[in-house]
């Protein structure tokens, strides 16, 4: 029977406490002294405008649709039954999920308004829902990439996911930038609390399994 249980760093709690500290400050520092927005960068990206980053863009945009989101769990779920399991695909989906989620505690904690999109010289027309900081764009793409390699087995299957996850969440960054709704900090700040969320909940994750499933000790990395 393959393991219920997810690799994580042995200290997962200091590092979670830890990435969150770093995530509301951030923020709120941005929030205090605009320079550290680096404001400037969304319209200099937005300049590299064409039709195929265009498109490009509008399509990441959909990336934290609840539909969309749904769907996208949906084929990682499906996909990781037959790989690794049940157990591990459930885990997966669900510490991506509310590691996403975390994200609104953020949010409404450092308040911090959206760009205008006035300075952009090919504006998309794209409306946020939600406040800045952090992108939960990012902060999806980075839990999702986390979960997915604490499942990975061996180092060239972590390679591989770490690699084409580092481009996705690189990817859906740009995206955010080149549409011009988020500052520069937002996204830093979406991958600091992609990661802590991510970890948070495969923490709890791997402590409701070893009762759940009895299995002895997590696997952990250093």
Known sequence: MTSALLRIPRHWVIWTIVLFVLTFALGFAAKAVVALRFASLDAAVNRTHSGALDAVAIVLDKLDHPVV??????????????????????????????????????????AQPRPTTTDLTHPLHISPATLSY???????????V?????VCHGMLSR???????ALF?????????????????????????????ALLFAGLWNLLALRLFGARHAPVVA
């Open 69 to 110: 989101v749904v769907v996208v769990l949906a084929i990682v779920f499906v996909v990781l039954v037959f790989l690794r399991g049940w157990r591990l695909a459930i885990a997966v989906c669900a510490v991506t999920g509310f590691g996403w989620i975390t994200t609104l505690i953020v949010k409404y904690a450092v």
């Open 134 to 144: 952090p992108s939960g764009h990012v902060v999806f793409a980075a839990a999702l």
């Open 146 to 150: 986390t979960a997915l390699l604490m």
């Open 159 to 165: 390679t591989i996911v770490g690699i084409v996850g």
């Open 169 to 197: 969440v690189v990817a859906v960054c740009w995206s955010r930038l080149y549409v011009g709704v988020h500052y520069a900090t937002d996204v830093v700040g979406g991958v600091l609390n992609g990661v802590a969320g």
